[in-house]
Structure formats: structure tokens, C-alpha cells
């Protein structure tokens, strides 16, 4: 019913940027938050950052801030994940999540209703 699309992935050197895009398709649902959280392999699934769909505000984990920024076309029914100064560290599949009734603040993935299949980011040094 609701799919969630994510691209931009791939392979950049360290102190590079990217940009994702995860693109909303299907019947229109209401949310209250968006958010992108990442895998690294072995890993736990951790929370990257989050903006209110209304509002337009926005979380961010502590190891992104001022590097990552995230932003949203309501229009357009996307989300995008801005990424420069990119680190090794940062290398993981990263997912786009949509909550239907929760906070842009809940960084539990448990908080998020759905979920896009990911795309690969791999920084290398």
C-alpha cells in the first residue's frame, strides 16, 4: 500500500558528500515524522536523524550533527539526506523510515510503521 524508495547510495572517498532521496509512493497516508537511520554490517540498526513532516523540524544523532542535514518536499512526497564531510565510520545500508503518529524525537526504530529496502553507502579513506 505505502512504499518507501531510497537512492543516492554508493561509493565516495572520505570528505565527500552524497545525497540520498527517499521518495514516497502508493496511497496517500497522514505522518508525523520521517526519519533515516543506518546498518553497518554486525551492527545494530541506529538512528540518524528525523523531521517533523508538518513542521519541518528536525534530530540528529550526535556523530552526524553539522554534517548531515535532512530536509523534505512535501509536494514532491520525499525526504532527502544531505551528507558532506562523509567519515569511514559512516559506511552502512541506510534505510528511510515514515511514523504514522509518531514524534519527529522518538529515535526508536520501533517508533516507525514503514521502511524503505536501503541503500548502500560505503566511504572509503
Known amino acids: 500500500q505505502v512504499q518507501l524508495a531510497e537512492s543516492g547510495g554508493g561509493l565516495v572517498q572520505a570528505g565527500g558528500s552524497l545525497r540520498l532521496s527517499c521518495a514516497a509512493s502508493?496511497?496517500?497516508?497522514?505522518?508525523?515524522?520521517m526519519a533515516w537511520f543506518r546498518q553497518a554490517p554486525g551492527k545494530e540498526r541506529e538512528f540518524v536523524t528525523a523531521i517533523s513532516w508538518s513542521g519541518g523540524s528536525t534530530a540528529y544523532a550526535d556523530s552526524v550533527k553539522g554534517r548531515f542535514t535532512i530536509s523534505r518536499d512535501v509536494a514532491k512526497n520525499t525526504v532527502y539526506l544531505q551528507m558532506n564531510s562523509l567519515k569511514p565510520e559512516d559506511t552502512a545500508v541506510y534505510y528511510c523510515?515514515?511514523?504514522?503518529?509518531?514524534?519527529?524525537?522518538?529515535?526508536?526504530?520501533?517508533?516507525?510503521?514503514?521502511w524503505g529496502q536501503g541503500t548502500q553507502v560505503t566511504v572509503s579513506s
Open positions: 502508493g496511497r496517500t497516508f497522514r505522518r508525523n515524522a
Open positions: 523510515a515514515a511514523s504514522t503518529s509518531g514524534s519527529y524525537l522518538y529515535r526508536s526504530a520501533g517508533a516507525y510503521d514503514y
